[in-house]
T-cell receptor
Framework: KAGVTQTPRYLIKTRGQQVTLSCSPISGHRSVSWYQQTPGQGLQFLFE???????NKGNFPGRFSGRQFSNSRSEMNVSTLELGDSALYLC???????????FGEGSRLTVL | AQSVTQPDIHITVSEGASLELRCNYSYGATPYLFWYVQSPGQGLQLLLK??????LVQGIKGFEAEFKRSQSSFNLRKPSVHWSDAAEYFCAVDAGGTSYGKLTFGQGTILTVHP
């Protein structure tokens, strides 16, 4: 069974640009969550989607957004990038959004 | 607000020695509890989980954890550490209810293994 797949794995952007990250969950999983990991703040929850609906959201500015498609694949977008957005962005999937989450290997974003 | 504390930022052990990583949580009810491991440049891998029932849970790679309600702790243990166990370990809590997809993580404990 394939795991959670995130693309791209690495990317470099400059301040002010926007970025879109993609996540394909484990087959049969309908819930996708996104996390930001930085050395200073650790792992922080961004949002969760289930059946194309955002059910939960963390404390991030509106520049961070996401969506989920009918096949459960998800994308997250960060607009007007800031230096502080440099981080490892992790996607996780689960069957129902409760219990154990299965994480992808992450997308490493560097903002210059 | 719920919180997870991992008191040890960095632990160093010799290969073959026993290991205990500490985790304390602050939450009104008994949440779901997890331990994840992360190797450099990688995502998080689930080691074990506790939902209910037997307070001693077994996980992958020879790890186990014990839930102690009275101490609000969920410490991770391994009787004999291997060099491949060197990684960062995260304790996490799921509050349940409407906290869909949201885990609250501790700050992590970096494990170094000396040969």
């Amino acid at each position: 069974k394939a795991g959670v797949t995130q693309t791209p794995r690495y990317l470099i952007k400059t301040r002010g640009q926007q970025v879109t990250l993609s996540c394909s969950p484990i087959s049969g999983h309908r819930s996708v969550s996104w996390y930001q990991q930085t050395p200073g703040q650790g792992l922080q929850f961004l949002f969760e989607y289930f059946s194309e609906t955002q059910r939960n959201k963390g404390n991030f500015p509106g520049r961070f957004s996401g969506r989920q498609f009918s096949n459960s694949r998800s994308e997250m977008n960060v607009s007007t990038l800031e230096l502080g957005d440099s981080a490892l962005y992790l996607c996780a999937s689960s069957r129902e959004g409760a219990g154990e989450l299965f994480f992808g290997e992450g997308s490493r974003l560097t903002v210059l | 607000a719920q919180s997870v504390t991992q008191p040890d930022i960095h632990i160093t052990v010799s290969e073959g020695a026993s290991l205990e990583l500490r985790c304390n949580y602050s939450y009104g009810a008994t949440p779901y509890l997890f331990w994840y491991v992360q190797s450099p440049g990688q995502g998080l891998q689930l080691l074990l989980k506790y939902f209910s029932g037997d307070t001693l849970v077994q996980g992958i790679k020879g790890f186990e954890a014990e839930f102690k309600r009275s101490q609000s702790s969920f410490n991770l243990r391994k009787p004999s550490v291997h060099w491949s166990d060197a990684a960062e370990y995260f304790c996490a809590v799921d509050a349940g209810g409407t906290s869909y997809g949201k885990l609250t993580f501790g700050q992590g404990t970096i494990l170094t293994v000396h040969p």
